[in-house]
């Protein structure tokens, strides 16, 4: 869902405020990638919430947080809003660098098969989709609303013929 609203962001937002909004767009695209990074860290601040473990969470955001301000002092007066989404990406991959191998030695979870299982159908096929997609000029903005109507149809399409990749791990466990 997150590599169709980054492949989308541009054509949902002229369709919704009409053309100009280029830099709201890529602000949009930021946090998808942002989200995305964030969700992959989900499961494992479960994991450690779950087995009684709450510090190896608070230590995560803690390590986003100072990374994150760190970033930002830098980057916004450089790049402004861009420069506040990418600091935030780049705080949650660090500290989720962090966790996730943390959480994984710590209980015994093999990473190798969860990057194969979990990450590759859940993430990397969507992302080489919208690639993809943008990449052969599907990915642009329109110059109309109707141009971009146009194109969120060709982009849902697409996207949805391949399963958006999203449940390709389920399918191949049933």
Same mark, same amino acid.
Do not use: K
């Given at each position: 869902?997150?590599?169709?609203?980054?492949?989308?962001? &541009?054509?949902?937002?002229?369709?919704?405020?009409? &053309?100009?909004?280029?830099?709201?767009?890529?602000?949009?695209?930021?946090?998808?990638?942002?989200?995305?990074?964030?969700?992959?860290?989900?499961?494992?601040?479960?994991?450690?919430?779950?087995?009684?473990? &709450?510090?190896?969470?608070?230590?995560?955001?803690?390590?986003?947080?100072?990374?994150?301000?760190?970033?930002?002092?830098?980057?916004? #007066?450089?790049?402004? #809003?861009?420069?506040?989404?990418?600091?935030?990406?780049?705080?949650?991959?660090?500290?989720?660098?962090?966790?996730? #191998?943390?959480?994984?030695?710590?209980?015994?979870?093999?990473?190798? &098969?969860?990057?194969?299982?979990?990450?590759?159908?859940?993430?990397?096929?969507?992302?080489?989709?919208?690639?993809?997609?943008?990449?052969?000029?599907?990915?642009?903005?329109?110059?109309?609303?109707?141009?971009?109507?146009?194109?969120?149809?060709?982009?849902?399409?697409?996207?949805?013929?391949?399963?958006?990749?999203?449940?390709?791990?389920?399918?191949?466990?049933?």
């Amino acid at each position: 869902m997150l590599a169709g609203l980054w492949l989308t962001a &541009p054509a949902l937002l002229t369709a919704w405020l009409g &053309p100009g909004h280029d830099e709201s767009a890529a602000i949009a695209r930021s946090l998808a990638v942002m989200f995305g990074c964030l969700i992959l860290a989900g499961p494992a601040t479960a994991i450690a919430r779950g087995a009684g473990a &709450p510090g190896l969470e608070t230590a995560t955001f803690g390590i986003a947080l100072a990374v994150d301000v760190a970033l930002s002092l830098v980057l916004v #007066p450089r790049m402004g #809003p861009q420069g506040a989404v990418l600091a935030m990406t780049l705080s949650i991959v660090v500290a989720g660098l962090w966790l996730v #191998p943390t959480v994984h030695r710590r209980w015994g979870i093999a990473t190798r &098969p969860w990057l194969v299982a979990t990450v590759a159908p859940r993430v990397l096929i969507p992302a080489a989709v919208a690639a993809g997609l943008a990449v052969v000029g599907l990915g642009g903005s329109g110059d109309s609303r109707g141009t971009a109507l146009r194109d969120l149809v060709l982009h849902g399409a697409a996207f949805l013929s391949t399963g958006g990749g999203a449940d390709v791990a389920d399918r191949r466990r049933a």
